[in-house]
């Protein structure tokens, strides 16, 4: 008796089908769309078809494919630069709705991003770490936009961020005003002793170490 083809989703999710079985399914639903889906996010089943499916999935289904850690590697890693190719050609709001639940992985392709509703999606996607954060602090490119959207999460209170942010010479006063109660002794004093530090800058981080009876010797 052949299974429907939600029980065969089944099989494919909870089984564990051999090489040859997987490729029986294949040749006997390579038009079920949902089929190929699930097929390629099989460890067993073969290379060489998965990279022909993976042109055909829509965007959501390659971040599933991106998710899947049982997905062969090289399937996932060829599923990120098929879903980043057709990124570019996405509306805003499609962008949008990607972008807040795409994986870690995927965040990385985006550090150039200066767009800040697409900046907002990725420092709120909860997928988010403090590496993707980090690599866009030490980015070449401009940067205010990342700023001006990071004043308004709690990434900014991380130590590793909060010392990447100090360091950057463009990075906003109002930003790095925000951070003073956040850094230590030590960080307080190399920043009020670096070069570029704005006179403002400064007066406040005298201001609130007077107000913990500290000083920065």
Known sequence: ????????????????????????????????????????????????????????????????????????????????????????????????????????SLLNYFIKENDKGVLKAILTNKNCSEEVILKFINRRTQRFNFYEVLIFTDWYKRPSIAQAIIKDIEAPIKLILKLIPFLTKSQLKKLYEQEHTHEIIKKNIEYYLKSKKSDLI
């Open 1 to 104: 008796m052949d299974l429907t083809e939600l029980e065969l989703i089944r099989k494919l999710n909870f089984g564990n089908l051999s090489e040859q079985e997987l490729l029986d399914v294949f040749y006997k639903n390579r038009g079920k769309y949902r089929i190929l889906v699930n097929l390629i996010q099989q460890p067993r089943f073969p290379e060489k078809f998965s990279l022909n499916i993976i042109s055909k999935l829509f965007p959501i289904d390659l971040i599933n494919v991106i998710k899947n850690k049982r997905t062969n590697p090289f399937i996932r890693k060829k599923a990120e630069i098929e879903f980043t190719m057709k990124y570019k050609k996405f509306p805003l709001g499609e962008k949008l709705s990607f972008i807040r639940v795409a994986p870690n």
